[in-house]
Each structure stands twice: as structure tokens, then as C-alpha cells.
């Protein structure tokens, strides 16, 4: 099944279809539903309309750039821990392993669960 994805927002099909100016709106959204279109996009008629829908783009154009920075420092942080010797491992608290650094990689292999002994050690004992 194929998508188009917005955001992460994840919409099932492929076809996104938007009538001619006034002609045949509702006939078009008909066909839509029986064709199955993921999205369709009809005239904006009012000026309310038109001013949310750029007040919506704008909002948009500063989520991505929000979304870009976070990805940025991401890359950052995780290439920083991937230069360092000393073993990284995050995971969730049944010990599941969510990531690695290459130090952790190179002391376990790619388990994608921790050693027990690591999950059954005292941290504040050692």
C-alpha cells in the first residue's frame, strides 16, 4: 500500500485531485469517493477562507523549519556520541535497545536487547 505522508500524518493511496475553478466541485468529489482519492482539494471561495489557508501555510513553512533545526541537532548530538570510546546504549525500561553508539555496537553486536547481566547489575554497587 502506498501513502502520502504530511507531517506525520500518513494518508492511504496516492491520487490527490483538485477540480477546475467552480466547475463540477461536487461531481468531482463524488467521483473522488468512489475512486478512492486520498485528498482533494476544492476553490476557496471567501476571503476567511483564503486568510487561513495562508495563516495554515505559514504555520506549516514554521514547523518545517522548527522540525529542521531538531533534525540538525539530532545528526549533531548523534555523530558527537559516535566519535567518543565510551559504550552508549539507549533503551526503554524492559531493556529493549533503542540505540546504540559504535563503541556499543563494537562491545555487544547489534542485539536489540541488552545482556541480561547488564539489566540484572546494580549500576550503584559497581
Not at 67 to 74: F, N, Y
Request: hydrophobic letters at 40%; proline letters at 2%.
Amino acid at each position: 500500500m502506498e501513502y502520502i505522508t504530511i507531517g506525520n500524518v500518513k494518508i492511504e493511496k496516492t491520487a490527490s485531485l483538485a477540480p477546475m475553478a467552480s466547475v463540477a466541485d461536487k461531481a468531482m468529489r463524488t467521483m473522488c469517493k468512489k475512486y478512492g482519492a486520498a485528498l482533494l482539494t476544492g476553490e476557496i471561495k471567501s476571503t476567511i477562507m483564503v486568510e487561513l489557508a495562508d495563516e495554515l501555510s505559514q504555520t506549516l513553512r514554521l514547523f518545517r523549519g522548527r522540525l529542521l533545526e531538531e533534525e540538525i541537532k539530532h545528526q549533531y548530538y548523534e555523530n558527537l556520541l559516535n566519535k567518543v570510546d565510551t559504550a552508549v546504549v539507549v533503551t526503554d525500561r524492559s531493556g529493549r535497545v533503542e540505540w546504540m553508539n559504535r563503541a556499543a555496537v563494537g562491545l555487544v553486536g547489534q542485539e536489540s536487547r541488552l545482556p541480561q547481566e547488564w539489566l540484572t547489575t546494580s549500576w550503584n554497587e559497581t
